[in-house]
């Protein structure tokens, strides 16, 4: 049976037996002893994520052996992601105006959910404050590490790392090659040990993800509170979904001739896995595999392209915050001018590139999007308590996005595998 099969079982019976620890009160049980295989499997791909970011940037940067070509394709991705990023924010801030899916909540479903999520909603407002109070190249400082031991300890400092990776690679190029040949070597193992250590655990997949979807039904709040948002919840879905079924497929046909057929085929396991951890950083190293060994991107820009795009490209979150901006202020009775949703436009496309690859990140986000727009921030609360799902489902769009902008660059720049060598549908290797 192939992984992506058995990974998708893992979540049914997953669910199904989250509802029937609900149904017979044992959600305690749920939390306490299998919750934990869930976190543990979270873990140990955020473990493995920093040293695989690490060899193979360096690694692919090294073998590119050209300064032009790192700019030219660090050009060609920067603007493919702020690209990407701008459209699913218009996208989602048309669905919104079209459903008006705010004028579904009534007043006292408001009431209940501004009380209940009020405290949630306060922590990352303030978390928000904290960002907003810095200076506008705050950013631009945060790149850059004081120390990279500390940075490889945080997955937040993600991008950190990248920003290492990619001097130390440059520099590999710029000494002559008989001092980097060595460098280059162990840097070139430790990324072939670290694919290794990724097959071993994709081996306990449906098992992590079986505990991942067990705990989240047991945590899912009163159904009750949830009605008013059925809407809400529909409208993203439903503009996630067509970014993942349309928007994507069209570009890789028409920049790479791939098909639709073999991209899913291809990347099931890794959007799966995004589904059930919530987590673009704990995906990457399946990402990776499959864009690689499955899709026939080849490690050069796979290595450079897929691990800047979990950190900055956030199309999934983006469309998300133009949605939910919309909503809240609906539900509030604020109307928005055209000039102020063009705000949200480049609002949120900026913060969802600052967006940390881990879930909920896009919360705090949310926050700077609603201060920009005027919508009061308590207004959050309205949302968190169909926030998970949703998080689950764009973060699937999120490393679809970033795999469509590996293709299409390795596309363009002849980096792509000879399809002969290749086997989209072929089985893992530990299936």
């Known amino acids: 049976m192939k992984l992506h099969w058995k990974i998708l079982i893992g979540m049914v019976l997953g669910v199904a037996f989250g509802f029937l ?36 940037i360096i690694t692919g940067l090294a073998d590119l052996k050209d300064f032009s070509k790192i700019s030219k394709m660090g050009g060609k991705t920067i603007a493919y992601y702020l690209c990407s990023t701008a459209i699913a924010v218009s996208f989602g801030l048309l669905l919104a105006n079209i459903v008006n899916p705010g004028s579904f909540v009534n007043d006292g479903a408001r009431t209940t959910l501004l009380e209940t999520f009020s405290g949630d909603a306060t922590v990352k ?180 392209v897929l691990p800047l795009g979990a950190t900055i490209n956030m199309d999934g979150t983006a469309l998300y915050q133009a949605v939910a901006a919309i909503f ?29 690859a881990v879930p909920g990140a896009g919360m705090v986000m949310l926050v700077i999007v609603l201060a920009q727009a005027g919508i009061p921030e308590a207004g959050l609360a309205l949302i968190f308590a169909i926030d998970r799902p949703l998080d689950m489902l764009r973060t699937v769009i999120n490393i679809s996005s970033d795999t469509t902008a590996a293709v299409i660059i390795a596309s363009g720049e002849g980096l792509m595998k000879d399809p002969s060598t290749l086997d989209p549908y072929a089985e893992d290797i530990l299936s």
């Open 21 to 56: 620890m609900n149904q017979m009160g044992q959600k305690e049980f749920v939390s306490d002893w299998v919750k934990p295989f869930g976190t543990i499997f979270i873990n140990v791909l955020k473990m493995i994520a920093m040293p695989l970011i690490l060899a193979s």
């Open 328 to 356: 809240i202020a609906q539900v509030m009775n604020i109307d928005l001018t055209i000039s102020e949703q063009l705000m949200i436009i480049v609002t949120a496309t900026l913060a969802s590139i600052g967006s940390a």
């Open 125 to 304: 407002i303030e978390a928000a404050q904290a960002a907003r109070e810095t200076s506008p190249l705050q950013p631009l400082v945060d790149m850059v590490p004081d120390n990279l031991f500390f940075a490889m300890t945080n997955n937040g400092s993600m991008l950190q790392v990248i920003f290492f990776a990619i001097l130390f690679g440059i520099a590999l190029i710029l000494i002559p090659e008989e001092k980097s040949k060595g460098v280059t070597a162990f840097f070139s193992g430790l990324n072939d040990v670290v694919l290794k250590i990724i097959d071993i655990i994709m081996f306990t997949a449906p098992l992590g993800v079986f505990s991942l979807l067990a705990a989240l039904i047991v945590e899912i709040p009163d159904a009750s509170l949830l009605s008013g948002l059925v809407v809400y919840a529909i409208t993203v879905a439903v503009g996630l979904l067509l970014m993942l079924f349309l928007f994507y497929p069209t570009l890789l046909y028409l920049f790479a001739r791939i098909g639709p057929v073999r991209f899913f085929k291809a990347m099931m396991p890794a959007q799966l896995l995004a589904f059930s951890t919530s987590s673009s950083a704990a995906t990457l190293p399946v990402t990776m595999e499959r864009a690689t060994e499955h899709l026939g991107v080849d490690d050069d820009a796979a290595s450079f």
